[in-house]
Structures are given as C-alpha cells and as structure tokens.
C-alpha cells in the first residue's frame, strides 16, 4: 500500500473533521480508518478491509517508511496539493509528477 496515493481521501478526512492541519488531522485519521479496516472518519468510500489487508502484509519498516513518505511529500508539496484540491485526478498528477 502506498498512502500517498490516497492524497485525495486524505485531504477529504480532514475536510471532514474540520481540522486545518492535514498531517496532524487528515493523515491520521485516514490512517486509523485502513488499519481498522473499516470508513470511521474517510467520508469516501473506499474497500478498507482490502486497504487493510495490504498495510497488515506490510512490515513495521515498510509501515514506517510509508508514513514518512507521505508525510514527507505531502508536507513538501502542500501548496500544489491544496491548489489542487478537491480536483482528485490533478493531485494524483502531483503525486505522480
């Protein structure tokens, strides 16, 4: 599982919960929703029981270096991210540059 690719959801969870700060709120709480396995706070709907199974296959190392990917690249692409929102398809192009 690669957590970046869900930049969207992630902007949307913190949409949602009407936090201002997407990797102390969003992330997270995206975050809790994949491994629960379950949409608690994501308001899109997406297979989190299979989201979980893929962050459940994945080491504590590969876990970790996911989440400081994410938090890396959303933090240093923060203004092209929140440019493109809610544009789904334009910050999957940030993303994947």
């Known amino acids: 599982m690669q957590t970046i690719q869900y930049v969207y959801e992630i902007f949307r969870t913190n ?3 009407g936090g201002t700060d997407v990797l102390n709120v969003g ?13 608690k706070h994501c308001p899109v709907a997406l297979d989190f029981a299979a989201l979980k199974r893929d962050y459940e296959s994945m080491t504590s190392d590969e876990r970790k270096a996911d989440n400081k990917e994410a938090r ?18 334009a910050m999957l192009a940030v993303v994947n540059g």
């Open 15 to 17: 949409e949602a919960a």
């Open 27 to 39: 992330l997270p709480m995206f975050q809790a929703d994949v491994a629960a396995g379950a949409r």
């Open 72 to 89: 890396e690249f959303i933090g240093q692409h923060m203004a092209e991210l929140a440019e493109a929102y809610p544009d789904r398809d």
